[in-house]
Structure formats: C-alpha cells, structure tokens
C-alpha cells in the first residue's frame, strides 16, 4: 500500500514538471515569436522612415529640373533590404477654363509615373512631385508637390517620371544611386505663354488617377485651398500656370 502511494506520488509529481515545463516552452516561444515580430516592425517602420527623409531630399534636388536650374541631379538611397523601382501608371487629368477676356479650354491626361520604395507592407513614392509614404492602413503626404491654388493664381507644376536605365528595379541592403535628367518641359497654359492680367477669369481643375494614394490627394487638395466639384478638384483664379516637366530616372547600383 505504501509503495502504491509512493508510486502514484511520483507520477503526479513527473505529470506536473512535464506541464509547468511545458508551460514555460510554449510562453518562450511566444515572446521569441512575437519580439521577433516586434523587432522586424520597428525594423521596417525605421527603414520606411529612413526612406521618406532620402525621398524628402531627392525631391527637394529634383525641383532644380522643374525650375531648369540644372539638367540633370542625382541622389542616394540606401535599400537596407528594401526594393526601388519605377511604376508608370500614376496619371494626372489637368483642365483649365477661361472665360475672360478670351474663351480658352484644355484637358489633358498626364502620365506621370512613380519613384518606388517598398520593404515588407511599408511604401514610400515619389509622385508628380509629391512625396507619400503608406501601409496597409493607407498613405499620406509627406512632402508637397509644386501646386499651389489661391484667388490670385494657380500653379500646377507636375513632375512625369520615365524609366531610362537598364535596370527596372533594385533590391539589396546597401545604397544606390538616383540619377534623374530633364527630357522635355512643357508649358500647358498659358497657350504659347500668352500674358494674363487680373481681368482673366481662370478655374483650373485638377484629380489623380491610377494611384494607389488617390485618398491622400484628395485629402491634400481639400486642406490647400481646391473645392471639391464631383470627381474633380477646382481652383478658380484670375492667373493659373499649367507645366510639365518629364524626367527620366535611371538606378544604379
């Protein structure tokens, strides 16, 4: 009897080291797979980040082409595990109207292309201009493009983005080199330049298409001065500047 109790003791007492020892795998394993997880975001979320300032900077260089200071400028990124590419189905529809004192109207569609920067979820984009970064719950502007909507004047100066290296897109831990060259500037409105005066009587109206950061135009056009009118955003003014300047992009490793 003694025996039987000593023996049915024992076995309790393994039965019980094999659970908590159990129990204290499982919890280790959980924390390894979440604070792995966890570092990986705080990663990602640094990276993307890193990504936004080199991106802030590129386009900051890269309005001497809009405004035909230099021919060509060029910028460093570091990857740090990430991927840069070129994506060209962004578009811009662009109208203007004018009533006075001559009846002129344009509408365009501009194929503007996008500077890409991913790693993981997180992306980063150089588009007409503008900077925007974004996940899966969306995107936002980081930095302004060249657009400017009050009642004295409109200015939209989009920046169109052609693929012109050998080399589509990179993926590495280390740095590349952006080189970007203007390929052709055009002058949308005013018609052959033609003079404006304040007795001019212009709407500009302006959306994007084809971009995955549709909603942070949207919300960039309501919180600098565009009215809302359908599917279009308009600025009426009295003097309005339409260009376009197409820059070919061109990674090197």
Not at 66 to 73: D, K, S, V
Not at 224 to 250: I, Q
């Amino acid at each position: 009897m003694t025996k039987k109790l000593f023996d049915d003791r024992a076995a309790t007492e393994l039965l019980g080291f094999v659970f908590i020892f159990s129990m204290i795998v499982a919890s280790v394993g959980l924390l390894y797979v979440s604070g792995v997880g966890s570092l990986e975001d705080a990663r990602d979320m640094e990276q993307s980040k890193n990504a936004e300032r080199a991106f802030t900077a590129l386009a900051t260089t890269f309005d001497d082409l809009q405004r035909n200071r230099a021919p060509a400028r060029a910028g460093e990124v570091r990857l740090g595990g990430g991927t840069i590419a070129v994506n060209e189905t962004t578009q811009l529809r662009i109208g203007v109207e004018q009533t006075s004192p001559t009846a002129v109207e344009i509408n365009r569609t501009l194929g503007q292309g996008a500077l890409v920067y991913t790693v993981n979820d997180r992306v980063v984009r150089y588009e007409s201009g503008a900077v925007f970064s974004g996940g899966e719950a969306g995107s936002w502007v980081v930095r302004r493009p060249a657009f400017d909507c009050t009642p004295d004047r409109a200015i939209v100066s989009a920046v169109a983005i052609n693929e012109t290296g050998d080399i589509s897109s990179v993926s590495k831990q280390g740095s590349v080199l952006v080189v970007g060259r203007t390929m052709d500037t055009e002058l949308l409105f005013p018609l052959g330049g033609a003079r404006q005066d304040d007795t001019a009587a212009t709407t500009v109206r302006i959306r994007a298409e084809s971009s995955p950061n549709s909603e942070a135009w949207n919300r960039y056009f309501e919180s600098n001065g565009w009215e809302k009118d359908g599917t279009w955003y308009e600025c009426p003014t009295r003097r309005a500047f339409v260009r376009e300047t197409v820059v070919g992009f061109d990674v090197r490793n």
